[in-house]
């Protein structure tokens, strides 16, 4: 079936280290790909997505690149901050699956001063 | 623009109870889905209303229902509470027309807890 697979975390970094979070799918179709973050005791808000192949989703110095043929895509962001702890959802939406979206497990990131 | 707005904040119920949690999606969007983030389960879909009409359901009992109003807010009601349905509950909405129809805007969420 459709699935969304993430890196594990935690993953803890120092500030202004390089980010990467590995974010794989298996679709039956072509989904739009979507990366939301969860702020410690709130709910989900999108960071950024793309919907078709080769795009590249960008926001607040994050980017993900829609890869179609190694069915991944990865979050980076160049140089992190502590206030960039948080948790990270990769999620897809295919338009013949009811609406909803599939999430990745979630990698909790920790960013250390 | 106001976001997403879910109520109550937090509620604490005991098992056999009955809970109502309410959302009201962002002004224009006529699309609403509720989600479920459970600990250890990630983040598992319940079901998605449109104007009106329920589109689809997750692999959920019928013990959770809902039901969506002409001014597109929603409720789900969960009858029976089970301890296993301690969670944070999750309203979403979209547009039904336009470029962003397949992105969800989410709300800051119900956190039910069971007892």
């Known amino acids: 079936g459709d699935s969304v697979t993430q890196m594990e975390g935690p993953v803890t970094l120092s500030e202004e280290a390089f980010l990467t979070i590995n974010c794989t799918y298996t679709?039956?179709?072509?989904?739009?790909l979507f990366w939301y973050v969860q702020y410690p005791g709130e709910g989900l808000q999108l960071l950024l997505k793309a919907t078709k192949a080769d795009d590249k989703g960008s926001n607040k110095g994050f980017e993900a690149t829609y890869r179609k043929e190694t069915t991944s895509f990865h979050l980076e962001k160049g140089s992190v901050q502590v206030s960039d702890s948080a948790v990270y959802f990769c999620a897809l939406r295919l338009n013949n699956q009811g609406g909803k979206l599939i999430f990745g497990q979630g990698t909790e990131l920790s960013v250390k001063p | 623009e106001a976001g997403v707005t879910q109520s109550p904040t937090h509620l604490i119920k005991t098992r056999g109870q009955q809970v109502t949690l309410r959302c009201s999606p962002i002004s224009g969007h006529t699309s609403v889905y509720w989600y479920q983030q459970a600990l250890g389960l990630g983040l598992q879909f319940l079901l998605w209303y449109d104007e009106g009409e329920e589109r689809n359901r997750g692999n959920f009992p019928p013990r959770f229902s809902g039901r969506q109003f002409p001014n597109y807010s929603s409720e789900l009601n969960v009858n029976a509470l089970e301890l296993e349905d301690s969670a944070l509950y999750l309203c979403a909405s979209s547009p039904s027309q336009g470029q962003s129809t397949d992105t969800q805007y989410f709300g800051p969420g119900t956190r039910l807890t069971v007892l």
């Open positions: 679709a039956t179709g072509y989904p739009s």
